[in-house]
């Protein structure tokens, strides 16, 4: 066993070569004829060096659960792990207890299952609905990344286990993510692209951290010395170590000079003739001179300081057991608090005794997350036919019969047939509207409420694209809603509308036609129980967006996305700067769909006796919030700030605090108390953090537009 103590004693033993291997993974474990992976289906493992007494240490996806494969070779028992709601809707809970008690989940499954260093939390900024990968991240707003990023990272770590704050940075695309330039200001970069990485590196010391595929203002994340040198550790004091994302472009000398300490996950060359042994590379750098030891020695030690504490490094005995159903509860949990309301005309919740008709393959082919690296294997998803059934909602049969079968039918074609990619198994949508007016009409005679699922499913890789069936609902799914809305409606019946999504998607065009609308998100496992509980009226929602839903894609302020030239984009330039998701919408005076923030409930609430004092250097904000319905329900208070015209431009507003209440009984109240330290008000002039002098606003509400209560106060120097 090695300890921190020894580690310099260590390095100093090392021939140059070992050194070139500690900063270089082994290569896909168990593939390309790679030596067995010590845990099948991880994603990486560094290199151990025997002589020393240096064990190796495995890495495994990821932000939603880990990512090993549930079943080996010749071995019966089996490996799953929980799937978790995916992150988009674990911000939806904006809880960070949730959010840490998920960490630890994950955490000690990535300790029981013989894993070092868990690939997440995945970080990057909503700043397009079409990313692919957006379900892997929190948020639009920096703030709310960085709160959720940080409660996680001290869950997990809490497990004595890793993580590793993913991808450092303005990764926001999936198109051509190997060599897309992304340019962007400083000042939009430190405000809204790093913020949240810096509130998660500050405030819950991640073990590593995962520099992006893409370059930045010019150059590769992974050989940014600015960014991963100056930024993150001389600006934030970061003292763990830097890995690149996997296979990343393109020269291990300049990686390590800039301070990306490992490349992953090794051996680039099994994938890419063309590229370099990275081992070898390093050792001839420094042999001819191009590269100072002292700098390979450096890297080293930033590594080893780390590796020392884990599982691995110590020994740990695991047990290949960690204890799924305590994990499930809590995924259970996580995915009621995120659940949004969006929209109520009195459809739900549906009570105990409705006869429900429930339309949409997605009853059946429910999207528990994405695809890729994101990806999870659990034991079982259930499904949201299955959720009501095990919770005995009275699902009308027959119908749901007639889904099983047609997608029975349709599944076995060779156009609808399941694809499984490298990257997971790809639903292809099927049509929807498969029903007939007569069918859907006695489905209408003799049940209470119809729900209409719509799905969507995207992932690593690819991008989501602006289109009917995607962005917008299809001709079929349209077709869907009409059908069932005349329907039902024309017998005095109610419709609702269930998102089982991972990303915005355009409702402006459809919403009148359905009663109530709710977004389930990708909830991971338990979404079936999830939402039947929701729908019956069990569970109260209390989830809010974390990520505007745009009028139309036209309203999006990226519209540089993704990149020029069109056909095959090479760089991208961020040119809307800050003005990002609800700081261009409030600004700009466009009207979003669903704005930053909102989420509706079962039951109401009522803000109180603001108070704003300023004390040295900071703000005290106190308010109450008070459950003014009927019906027990969790409220999250959102403190925004509005700066006085100064110097710099500035958003209408920005997020600065946010607190979800307990579970308030009708008629009860908590008092909410939080500061705002004035350097959280500042803004980046280009060289500095700026906080301007004048008269502030705190602006204290439901969401970004239903602010409750406005106090004020003024910043003299
Ligand atoms: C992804 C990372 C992931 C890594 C290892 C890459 O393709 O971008 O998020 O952690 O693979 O699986």
């Known amino acids: 066993m090695v300890t921190l103590e020894e580690v310099p004693d260590i390095v100093s033993k090392m021939t140059l070569e070992e050194k070139a291997r500690i900063v270089v993974g082994v290569g896909m474990p168990g593939m390309f004829g790679n030596p067995p992976p010590r845990v099948p ?45 995916v992150e988009t809707m674990l911000a939806s809970t904006w809880n960070r207890e949730i959010l840490e008690a ?24 909503h700043r397009n609905p079409l990313c692919g990968r ?11 990344t960085g709160e959720m990023a940080a409660a996680f990272v001290k869950g997990v770590q809490s497990q004595g286990v890793g993580t590793c ?173 995120g659940v949004i309301l969006l929209k109520n005309n009195g459809a739900l919740p549906v009570g105990r005794d409705a006869r429900i008709a429930l339309f949409g393959t997605g009853q059946i082919e429910t999207i528990k997350g994405g695809t890729g690296s994101g990806d999870t294997h659990p034991r079982y998803v259930i499904s949201i036919l299955d959720g009501m059934r095990e919770r005995r909602l009275r699902v009308d049969e027959e119908l749901a019969e007639a889904h099983a079968k047609y997608l029975a039918e349709i599944r076995s074609t060779n156009e609808y047939r399941i694809e499984k990619t490298v990257f997971g198994e790809i639903f292809k949508p099927v049509p929807q509207d498969f029903l007939s007016e007569e069918e859907i009409g006695r489905f209408a005679e003799r049940n209470d409420v119809a ?67 709710l977004l389930t998100w990708q909830a991971g496992q338990e979404t ?105 329900g969790k409220e999250v208070a959102q403190i925004y700030v509005r700066a006085p015209k100064g110097r710099l431009d500035k958003p209408f507003q920005e997020l600065k605090e946010f607190h979800k209440t307990r579970l308030l009984n009708p008629g009860e109240k908590e008092k909410i108390t939080v500061e705002l330290g004035f350097n959280s008000l500042a803004s980046y002039d280009g060289e500095k953090w700026v906080v301007e002098k004048g008269e502030y606003e705190v602006r204290v509400g439901s969401s970004s537009r239903d602010i409750r209560l406005i106090g004020r106060f003024t910043i003299s120097q």
């Open 134 to 144: 957006n379900f892997e991240y929190y948020s639009e707003d920096p703030l709310l």
């Open 165 to 337: 704050l993913k991808h450092f940075a303005a990764n926001e695309q999936e198109t051509n993510r190997h060599l897309i330039d992304t340019l962007v200001s400083e000042r939009a970069l430190r405000e809204i692209y790093l913020k949240g990485f810096e509130i998660a590196v500050r405030k819950s010391k991640p073990w590593t951290v995962m520099s992006a595929y893409n370059k930045l203002n010019g150059q590769h994340c992974s050989q940014n010395e600015w960014l991963l040198t100056k930024v993150l550790r001389d600006d934030w004091g970061f003292e763990g170590f830097v890995m690149t994302d996997w296979f990343a472009k393109d020269d291990p000398v300049e990686m390590m000079r800039a301070g990306n300490d490992m490349i992953m996950p090794g051996k680039a060359y099994q994938i890419d003739p063309k590229r370099k042994d990275e081992v070898e590379a390093i050792i001839n750098a420094v042999k001819e001179g191009r590269l100072d030891e002292e700098i390979l020695i450096r890297n080293v030690k930033n590594i080893l300081r780390i590796l020392v504490n884990s599982p691995s490094f110590k020994g740990y005995k695991y047990s290949n057991k960690p204890d799924l159903d305590a994990h499930a509860r809590v995924a259970y949990e996580a995915g009621v608090e």
């Open 528 to 632: 079936g129980r999830i939402v039947a509980d929701i729908v019956s009226g069990e569970r109260n929602p209390s989830g809010k967006l974390p990520t505007s839903f745009p009028m139309d894609y036209s309203d999006v302020p990226s519209w540089s996305f993704p990149g020029e030239p069109k056909d095959n984009p090479q760089r991208v330039a961020y040119d809307e700067g800050i003005y990002v998701g609800y700081r261009y919408y409030d600004t700009f005076g466009v009207e979003p769909a669903y704005e930053f923030g909102f989420g509706l409930s079962y039951t109401s609430f009522e803000y109180r006796n603001l108070k704003v004092e300023t004390l040295d250097n900071r703000v005290v904000v106190s308010f109450e919030v008070v459950n003014a319905g009927s019906l027990p």
């Open 451 to 517: 729900i209409i699922l719509i799905s969507r499913i995207s992932g690593e890789g690819y991008d989501r694209r602006p289109e009917k069936g995607d962005f917008y609902l299809s001709d079929d799914e349209i077709r869907l809603i009409e059908r069932v809305s005349k329907a039902f409606h024309g017998r005095g019946k109610k419709v609702v509308a269930i998102l089982n999504i991972g990303s915005p998607i355009e409702v402006v065009s459809w919403r009148s036609m359905v009663d109530s609308i």
């Open 102 to 125: 998920v960490g630890r989940c994950l955490g000690e499954e990535v300790r029981e299952y013989g894993v070092d260093i868990l690939l997440a939390p995945a970080m990057n900024i």
């Open 41 to 85: 289906g991880a994603a990486g493992e560094t290199h151990p060096i025997e002589r020393l007494g240096i064990p190796s240490a495995v890495l495994a996806d990821g932000p939603a659960g880990l990512r090993i494969n549930p079943r080996r070779e010749n071995d019966d028992k089996t490996y799953h792990a929980t799937a978790f709601p």
